[in-house]
């Protein structure tokens, strides 16, 4: 699974993963949560006492109801005792009617149905070599489970109507499933864990304007004479399931191939032309993988499918791939980011969470960790190593951030509950511990080790340690060591570096010192590379570091240029080093890394002489050939602008207009907008921005030019808005929160109809902005959408966001009475004026009221923990 990240929500994602810095980002506000400190149970492996050989289940749908009517028939076996009794999950459910298939026969089986389990006694007691088969009548009604406990299934019911009576004019009727964790259950009786394994054949009877897809291969499809379509899908390989899935829409499917292999997307109309554009890699990727990893992909196809109003950023379903909206990109979006993360990401779980299982959700890593990685390596291989450490040191960073709040483990057998294992442990960090277990292994032996465990746990399900064993088995090295302090220990080093150099005895010695709090974490035993420059040649040394404070001595000629620590810069780890300018700007021209090179911008930062060395590499940097190193050095220019502000514009004028990358032409506009504010020379620039293809580009140039000339920025502005191209709906939206008026309301009433789920959450908080600018009766009408989607919509950092905007309002409403009661109260207001400001004082005490009221009440009905303790707070 891929999930939104609750800190950073990409407008398109999300976290499922890594929100990524080219993207457009939207800041969400910190909340963490305190949970009661009694101690987690040990969290085991799901017992098993039957195991589910093959699930038929066949389903048709009450769109009203928002309900399923199923037919399951299920053919299982005791995993090991004998026994007489059968317990099934089943969330939610009526059930109607429980058989044994027998010899063509059905004869009623006695069963009890309680607490979302279905308990069945069979005919006689049944042996491990036994296997007989079951067939339940029932009814899913995944709105009474959300009824029943709304913080629990609101986003875990299983099975999700969107827009089921057809009343929302700007939205597909959709019908599709989510089954992890564990809400398969929730729409067909099953045994819901995941070291469970299944074949299955999923039959969908659907109205025959829909397309439906599943799991496998589709076998049948038969018109029948009502106006409906059954859709016979089937998977021959065994699968979790909780990687079952069904997805129903009104799509138009891309085709495309693999090998001989069925590989296809399932496109909304208005994106249908850009199936290739936006999955065009797929094969490329599974041939890459199934090299990579000497194990071809195994499913028997391929489909990548969007939903709307989905729970998460996308889901591995096996062979049958669900994505949130946010892969609904246009071209000129595709300038400026692309989600190709998330596909290798769902792509490379195939082999690390599909055909090998973590046996828990404890286990977690095994699935996420490598999914993670995927997206390095496919990154790695398409793209270059720069880009693919970049987006490395995201994942980093992401993992650094959450250990401010949390350390745990990565393999957690004491988690309080499975949700919490989706985090940026077992996501980012693991992935960064799998870069350096390949680094330390070298990929001769990584990947011989991944083929091996592959092969020996295929369609099984799998602990850490199986894999720590294929590892050792290929390399035939112990490595408890290495699984023990990065899985199964938590916390990560923090080190120190310094230098010294004795010219007597010409020795460079290096100081590593590890900072953590090593009784709660323990001493890292950390192989690593150095490279030590001397007259302009690296000569590496591989040492290990395994004491608190340790010394590294080179005998060298001279005083090296540079001493590079990690010099991969592979290393999981927060760090001081004591380089000097010096030696971080000879690093930047020798050291060929990501990560050498935006350190050195870093450590520069915005100290610098701009005709010293120091200056003269934040310059050169300008010109790096990766964008994103170009897009840092911008960032670092204040001290240039300040010293020679006549250059540095013309440099960032010429790179806002022909950077050969979107987001640098943006960093550039945006520096520009921030130094030579009211420098009217450059208007031109900002205008013509104004029509670049890249939104991003567009959205800082239109911001700037309507600053600059507020009258032809705003006709630009209504002449976008007058296009109904919801792609313009989050640049707007910040123009007319600063410079917009009453006239602008009829975009916002086009916005909040529009914006797909994502997007509601910046354009909530611009309304607010907004609605501050216009006169009271504006804000009287819009305190409706603001309370609607503060109670109802259906995403808590959107709900958090509508209550945001009421604040502001409600601040804005006091600070205007202020202002106005002062004026009654001054000598130089006419009688007539001051009568006009009495009526306005009390429409904005009227105003104040109601906001008061509609707080009081959302807060008292609001479920979400996280907003709960928030409000509490105050
Ligand atoms: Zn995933």
């Not at 086009?750 to 902005?769: I, Q, T, V």
Request: charged fraction near 25%; proline fraction near 3%.
């Amino acid at each position: 699974m891929r999930l939104i990240s609750i800190l950073l929500l990409t407008i398109l994602i999300i976290s499922c993963g890594a929100p990524k810095e080219t993207v457009r980002i939207v800041e969400l506000p910190e909340v963490n949560v305190e949970f009661e400190q009694s101690a987690p149970e040990y969290k085991a492996s799901i017992p098993r006492k039957h195991d589910l050989i093959h699930s038929k289940v066949a389903v048709s749908f009450d769109w009203e109801k928002q309900e399923l009517k199923g037919l399951a028939d299920l053919q299982l076996r005791p995993y090991f005792h004998s026994t007489n009794q059968l317990y099934l999950n089943a969330k939610g459910m009526d059930i109607h009617k429980v058989q044994l298939l027998s010899n063509n026969m059905r004869n009623d089986l006695p069963y009890n149905y309680s607490n979302d389990t279905i308990w069945i006694i069979l005919d006689k007691k049944y042996s491990r070599v036994d296997t007989f088969e079951v067939s339940i009548k029932y009814t899913a009604k995944p709105e009474d489970l959300v009824s029943r406990n709304p913080q629990a299934f609101s986003s875990a019911k299983g099975l999700f109507f969107i827009n089921p009576n057809g009343l929302d004019k700007n939205k597909p009727r959709q019908i599709w499933t989510q089954g992890e964790t564990q809400s398969s259950s929730c729409w067909f009786p099953t045994i819901d864990a995941p070291n469970e394994r299944m074949t299955q054949e999923i039959i969908i009877t659907i109205e025959d304007n829909f397309k439906t897809l599943s799991n496998g291969k589709m076998i049948s499809s038969i018109k029948n004479n009502d106006g409906t379509r059954t859709d016979h899908w089937k998977q021959s390989l065994p699968a979790a399931p909780y990687l079952t899935m069904m997805a129903i829409g009104e799509y138009e499917i891309t085709f495309d191939k693999w090998r001989d292999l069925d590989v296809n997307y399932y496109m909304e109309p208005d994106y249908g032309h850009m199936g290739k554009r936006i999955y065009g890699n797929t094969p490329e990727m599974m041939e890459y993988f199934s090299k990579l990893l000497g194990v071809d992909y195994p499913w028997e196809k391929y489909s990548q499918v969007v939903v709307r109003d989905y729970v998460s950023g996308a889901m591995e379903n096996t062979s049958a791939v669900i994505y949130g909206e946010f892969m609904n990109q246009d071209e000129r979006e595709l300038l400026d980011y692309d989600n190709e993360d998330v596909i290798s990401h769902e792509l490379f779980h195939h082999w690390f969470g599909d055909l090998v299982t973590c046996e828990s959700w404890a286990n977690l890593p095994l699935n996420e960790s490598f999914a993670t990685y995927g997206e390095y390596l496919w990154n790695e291989k398409k793209y270059g190593k720069l880009k693919a450490d970049h987006y490395g040191h995201n994942d980093l960073q992401a993992y650094i951030r959450e250990s401010k709040v949390k350390k745990e483990p990565l393999i957690r057998y004491y988690h309080d509950h499975q949700d919490h294992m989706f985090d940026a442990h077992s996501y980012q960090k693991g992935g960064r511990v799998l870069h350096m277990l390949r680094n330390y292994m070298g990929d001769d032996a990584f990947f011989n080790s991944l083929r091996v465990y592959l092969e020996d746990n295929k369609y099984e399900s799998v602990e850490i340690h199986n894999l720590r064993l294929a590892c050792e088995k290929v390399s035939g090295e112990d490595l408890n060591w290495f699984f023990n302090q990065w899985f199964l220990n938590s916390g990560h080093p923090f080190i120190d570096i310094s230098y010294s150099y004795d010219d007597s005895l010409k020795i460079q010695t290096v100081t590593i010192e590890q900072l953590q709090d090593i009784e709660e974490h323990s001493l890292f035993m950390l192989p690593i590379a150095i490279d030590v420059y001397e007259s302009d040649v690296p000569t590496r040394y591989n040492v290990t570091v395994r004491k608190q404070i340790q010394d590294f001595q080179f005998k060298v000629k001279s005083k090296p240029n540079l001493v590079n620590v990690d010099a991969d810069k592979m290393l999981l780890c927060e760090k001081i080093d004591h380089k000097t300018s010096e030696e971080y700007i000879y690093q930047y021209y020798n050291a060929g890394n990501y990560l050498d090179r935006r350190e050195a911008i870093a450590n520069i930062g915005r100290d610098y002489e701009i005709d010293g060395s120091d200056g003269r590499m934040i310059k050169r940097a300008l010109s790096d050939p990766y964008w994103h190193l170009r897009l840092l050095a911008i960032r670092n220019l204040d001290e240039y602008i300040k010293e020679d502000p006549q250059e540095m514009k013309e440099i960032l004028s010429y790179m806002a207009t022909r950077d050969s990358k979107s987001l640098v032409r943006a960093e550039a506009l945006e520096m520009l907008a921030k130094h030579y504010k009211n420098d009217m020379s450059i208007e031109h620039i900002f205008k013509n921005a104004t029509v670049d293809s890249s939104y991003t580009v567009l959205e800082q140039g239109l911001l700037h030019f309507t600053y600059l000339n507020n009258e032809a920025g705003l006709r630009t502005a209504n002449k976008y808005a007058a296009e109904e191209n919801p792609k313009y709906i989050p640049i707007l939206s910040k123009v007319y929160s600063y410079y917009g008026d009453d006239s602008h309301h009829l975009f916002f009433d086009y916005a909040f109809r529009n914006a797909s789920g994502n997007e509601k959450y910046s354009l909530l908080r611009d309304y607010g902005l907004y609605l501050t600018r216009c006169n009271v009766e504006t804000i009287e009408n819009g305190l409706a959408q603001l309370k609607m989607d503060a109670i109802a919509n259906h995403q808590w950092y959107v709900r958090l966001a509508a209550v945001e905007a009421l604040a502001e309002i409600k601040e804005h409403a006091v600070h205007e009475k202020k202002k106005l009661e002062s004026e009654i109260k001054s000598s130089a207001t006419s009688s007539i004026m001051k009568k006009d400001a009495e009526i306005k004082v009390d429409r904005f005490t009227k105003l104040e009221l109601a906001i008061d009221e509609a707080l009081k009440s959302i807060m008292k009905n609001e479920r979400h923990s996280k907003l709960v303790e928030m409000y509490n707070k105050g």
